[in-house]
């Protein structure tokens, strides 16, 4: 289980004496092992054998009737759109907190996290009063596809703000100089100087708020309306299928979604190591 | 908005100091209630009422509110709860099947009901869109609120009612399975429970809201510019109460309160229509007679013949993978259906 010494030893090139860095490994190994066999590999394996409970034709009816698969496909198609929404957005307001000075920019930094600190429905219920019929702005698209993208939108937004923030802070601007010096337009310096640097960070934004906005429903229950096949996220199909008592068919269907999600985060990480590799070369 | 969320707070914090208040009081027995979201506010009265009582002195109450369907399925799972009040005799029955309430539950003094409701109409002030009876609602252009029947005991009675009425006003299975289609083409909300469709439809969306008169009449005490329809022929929502298999003298003491005089008229006086009629010729409860039994309507219950009792009813309207249900909302929602 422990790694060679020699690598061990190359990767830290800190560590006190080759036993104690070992110890050290071993015990932090069995220590996050632990940890995530019992937060997360545990539950999912449960929920998997929780789904196969009434057999593979059953899962596969389940999630491969006309309700669920007009659901997933709507889940799948908002989660997309927010997370690169994010990506544009996020990035942009990680730019403006760090590079431009305005009056009031430490508050409107802590507002960025706000929506982590909501409980989410709580956050449905202020967005119907706000963009609902009787919206005070004139603005109603509560229980509309929109209205999804905007709950999600809400809940998302830390991510990439988050993400990208402390890379744009990291980032040496003398390097930008050099380009400008070169006579490099400001085009050309954010695509070939910023941009490769912080497209990482981005990325792993972008992972998060896609994971999220599949899986999250507190925001999207109220303000949905959970049409079947026209509002109705996966997570709500989820759940109506627990209130009626199929909790099978729940898993089944919550497991197909993991897939996706997993194999998304996978792509999403593959092309995040693409993107580093020369950092590690 | 801001004050109703000031006002979530203040009622949360109030609900923790209550429940600590309660469990403090250990002088005597602990009843613990696990009951369905709306009866909260009524169910404290009696409580209380009954403490005033020699059998109910020094008696204390853990009470846990939330939907039927999830309280239910809390309980199996393991909740501790001495008495159940869900909204539908479907929910008590699956705690028939964990072996946690006796088989024999509607045996008991008014069939194990301790109240019961209809289900009614609600629409905007005024009644802008003349919604009197089940066919005003498929009319073009109105909008219908109720919640998934999926998740939802409040939309299961809506269902039957909506299918119910159209068989006693003479159509046939199928020409009542029809409107019942052609009604949620007019459905604009789905939500999750029927407390989230009424405020769904408080917040302004839709015509008509089809909940529990019950429902109706606290959106009514609180002040909202609704007004409730009955339509002449309605459902019977029958609220039943039932100790779980736990051999407490209090709990059966409760139970037979709660359908005695003094509860009768509290629930008689909360929109609740009591079980015990005879409550209401007291001359105090006048206006709630004429409200309860004015007007000559057909009201059925889950027992009639249409529908055969929950276990029946529910198999074919809302199994979840063969229900009727399902079907409609794919020929409603799915592709082919969504021009239509």
């Given at each position: 289980m422990l790694p060679d010494s020699s690598v061990a030893a190359a990767w830290r090139p800190?560590?006190?004496s080759d036993t104690g860095g070992r110890t050290g490994t071993a015990l932090s190994l069995g220590v996050v092992s632990t940890y995530l066999t019992v937060v997360v590999v545990l539950p999912i394996a449960a929920l998997v054998w929780e789904s196969q409970r009434n057999g593979a034709h059953t899962f596969w009816q389940v999630v491969s009737s006309p309700e669920a698969v007009a659901a997933l496909r709507l889940t799948l198609a908002v989660a997309v759109a927010v997370s690169l929404l994010n990506a544009v957005l996020g990035t942009v307001t990680a730019w403006v907190l760090v590079r431009d000075e305005f009056p009031g920019k430490a508050l409107v930094n802590s507002v960025i996290d706000l929506p982590f600190a909501l409980p989410t429905i709580v956050a449905g219920l202020t967005l119907i009063a706000l963009?609902?019929?009787?919206s005070p702005v004139g603005v109603n698209v509560a229980f509309t596809r929109t209205a999804i993208g905007l709950a999600l939108c809400f809940v998302t937004l830390p991510f990439v703000v988050r993400t990208v923030q402390p890379v744009l802070q990291e980032l040496d601007r003398e390097m930008e100089e050099a380009a400008r010096s070169l006579g490099a337009g400001e085009v050309t310096v954010f695509r070939r100087i910023v941009l490769p640097n912080i497209f990482p960070g981005i990325l792993s934004g972008v992972a998060l708020a896609f994971a999220r906005a599949v899986g999250e429903i507190g925001a999207v229950v109220l303000i949905s309306?959970?049409?079947?096949?026209?509002?109705?996220?996966s997570s709500v199909f989820v759940m109506n299928r627990i209130e009626s008592g199929d909790s099978a068919g729940a898993a089944a269907v919550a497991v197909v979604l993991l897939g996706i999600s997993f194999a998304l985060l996978l792509a999403i990480g593959g092309l995040r190591f693409l993107v580093t590799r020369h950092e590690r070369a | 908005m801001r004050r109703s969320l000031l006002l979530v707070l203040v009622l949360t914090c109030l609900g923790l100091a209550a429940a600590s208040a309660a469990s403090a009081r250990r002088d005597g027995t602990t009843l613990k209630l696990v009951a369905y979201s709306t009866p909260k506010p009524v169910i404290g009265q009696i409580i209380s009422a009954w403490q005033k009582t020699s059998a109910g002195h020094g008696v204390s109450f853990t009470q846990s509110y939330g939907a039927s369907g999830s309280q239910a399925r809390a309980i199996v799972a393991?909740?501790?709860?001495?008495i159940a009040f869900l909204s539908t005799g479907l929910d008590i029955n699956s705690l028939v099947g964990a072996g946690?309430?006796?088989?024999?539950?509607?045996?008991?003094?008014?069939?194990?009901?301790?109240a019961d409701s209809v289900v009614a109409f609600v629409v905007r002030g005024g009644n802008p869109k003349h919604i009197?009876?089940?066919?005003?609602?498929?009319?073009?252009g109105v909008q219908v609120v109720t919640p998934n029947p999926f998740s939802s005991g409040s939309a299961k009675w809506n269902i039957l009612a909506a299918y119910g009425a159209e068989r006693k006003l003479g159509k046939t299975d199928k020409q009542a399975t029809a409107f019942v289609q052609q009604l949620f083409r007019h459905v604009v909300s789905q939500d999750s429970s029927g407390s989230n469709a009424t405020n769904t439809f408080l917040a302004g969306k839709g015509d008509v809201l089809l909940t529990y008169e019950s429902e109706a009449y606290a959106a009514l005490a609180a002040g909202k510019d609704i007004h409730m329809v009955i339509p002449k022929q309605t459902m019977l929502i029958e609220l039943p109460m039932v100790p779980t298999?736990?051999?407490?003298s209090e709990t059966q003491q409760f139970i037979s309160f709660c359908q005695s005089a003094p509860a009768q008229t509290i629930f008689a006086e909360n929109g609740y229509r009591p079980v015990?009629?005879?409550?209401?010729?007291?001359p105090a409860l006048k206006k709630w007679r004429l409200a309860y039994q004015g007007g000559s309507r057909l009201i059925f219950k889950i027992k009639d013949p249409l529908f055969g009792g929950w276990a029946k009813a529910n198999k074919i309207w809302?199994?979840?993978?063969?229900?009727r249900m399902l079907a409609i909302e794919q020929a409603v929602g799915g592709p082919s259906g969504a021009a239509g």
């Open positions: 800190g560590a006190r963009y609902g019929p009787q309306g959970n049409l079947p096949y026209r509002t109705e996220v | 393991g909740q501790p709860a001495d946690l309430v006796s088989p024999t539950w509607q045996k008991a003094s008014h069939g194990g009901i301790v009197h009876n089940w066919s005003d609602l498929i009319k073009p298999n736990t051999p407490l015990l009629t005879s409550v209401l010729k007291q809302f199994d979840p993978t063969s229900g």
